[in-house]
């Protein structure tokens, strides 16, 4: 550890700022925070810190950043850890012309007490020396570290997100509309669907202006979603218990599905029924 690499946090006094406070305060790196009323100013933040973590909800990142860009000098080394690329990148691009800068999205959320084995996507915007040293910050924790380009990731971020939770609101609202008893679907549920139910639990421990922002924002959120509702009412229009060739649309889809659930198991394993 280089003990003049002093780690400064703009909005570090949040969920995810404290998260990755407590991380570099692990490995023995001096951390410092501005946010509101509390901590530095930026000034004296960005004098003090070698690495800034902009740890900013998206309706200010733009301003924060057009802010410090007069205080980064050749030695910083900045990053966002914003859950979209393409838009953070082009900010940082347009307002940082000095200093190293990493696109960072860690694919996990502030309440993880184990960090081991999840996955933290980088790329490198300008970051010769930033991304192969945070690599290994990352991968001493026992972090998946994956290189991916900005849009690249947004576009995954379109099922690995905004699909992902679009399903979790309609799943939350077809029970909530159903008037069944939670404690009974719960009692009668597979392995598999309680996983489900137990994916759906964390939308209370989230913030959803964030949700509305990834659902919102993405670039490739609307193909996705689109795609999906058109499946669902193909699928759904084609299905009737009183003919023959709805068996036959089904099991059709089922072979697609099975095919696509036959090339996963390559890459997981699971005990889900």
Not at 137 to 147: D, N, Q
Not at 204 to 219: F, R, S, T, V
Not at 243 to 259: G, M, Q, T
Request: aromatic residues 10%.
């Amino acid at each position: 550890m280089d003990s003049n690499f002093t780690i400064g946090i703009i909005g570090g006094a949040g969920k995810m700022g404290t998260l990755f406070k407590n991380l570099f305060q692990k490995k023995g790196y001096p951390v410092v925070i501005s946010d509101k009323n509390q901590g530095l100013s930026y000034e004296e933040l960005l004098k003090k810190a070698k690495v800034i973590i902009l740890s900013l909800p998206m309706e200010v990142f733009s301003e924060v950043v057009s802010l410090i860009a007069p205080l980064v000098k050749e030695e910083h080394w900045v990053m966002d850890i914003c859950s979209l690329k393409l838009e953070p990148s082009r900010i940082m691009r347009k307002y940082l012309k000095k200093g190293e800068i990493l696109a960072t999205h860690p694919l996990f959320g502030p309440f993880e007490r184990d960090l081991r084995g999840k996955t933290v996507a980088l790329f490198p915007l300008r970051a010769k020396n930033f991304f192969p040293w945070l690599r290994s910050i990352f991968l001493e924790e026992g972090l998946k570290v994956v290189k991916i380009s900005p849009k690249k990731h947004d576009e995954i971020m379109g099922i690995v997100q905004v699909l992902n939770h679009f399903w979790l609101l309609i799943l939350g609202k077809i029970l909530h509309d159903s008037k069944l008893s939670l404690k009974e679907i719960i009692d009668l549920s597979t392995p598999s669907f309680l996983n489900q139910l137990k994916i759906l639990k964390r939308l209370a421990m989230q913030d959803p202006q964030l949700y509305a922002y990834i659902q919102l924002e993405n670039p490739f959120g609307a193909k996705f979603r689109k795609l999906l509702c058109r499946h669902c009412q193909k699928l759904a229009s084609a299905l009737s218990p009183r003919d023959p060739l709805s068996y036959e649309v089904f099991k059709e889809n089922f072979r697609i599905a099975r095919s696509v659930a036959q090339e996963l198991e390559a890459f997981l394993s699971s005990d889900i029924d």
